[in-house]
């Protein structure tokens, strides 16, 4: 059981990414997923979650900016990052519950917001 996030990299202020989490076993799809970031020197902070159904919740400083999918499936989830910030910079984690309800980080992709 595990997720493995991939999709980060360097990219301008202004630019887009797309990250992506694939749960491997475990069930997520029955469960909330969520991303989180944390950058140097700062706690870990949740950035969005997912809900089985699809209903989604985004932090207010990512709202209109960013956009947390799931695949049909229910087993990959997306994080679409616009208009990035150089405070947007963090490694990003997923996280997910699996079907016995153990929570699940993945881990981590870094994420660079420069000119």
């Known amino acids: 059981v595990q997720l493995q996030a991939s999709g980060g990299g360097l990219v301008q202020p202004g630019g887009s990414l797309r990250l992506s989490c694939a749960a491997s076993?475990?069930?997520?799809?029955?469960?909330?997923m969520a991303w989180y970031r944390q950058a140097p020197g700062k706690s870990r902070e949740w950035v969005a979650t997912?809900?089985?159904?699809?209903?989604?919740n985004i932090d207010d400083r990512a709202e209109g900016r960013f956009t947390i999918s799931r695949d049909s499936a229910g087993n990959t989830m997306y994080l679409q990052m616009n208009s990035l910030k150089p405070e947007d910079s963090a490694v990003y984690y997923c996280?997910?519950?699996?079907?016995?309800?153990?929570?699940?980080w993945g881990q981590g992709t870094q994420v660079t917001v420069s000119s």
């Open positions: 996280t997910g519950l699996s079907s016995d309800l153990r929570r699940y």
């Open positions: 076993g475990g069930g997520f799809s029955d469960n909330d």
């Open positions: 997912i809900d089985r159904r699809r209903r989604t």
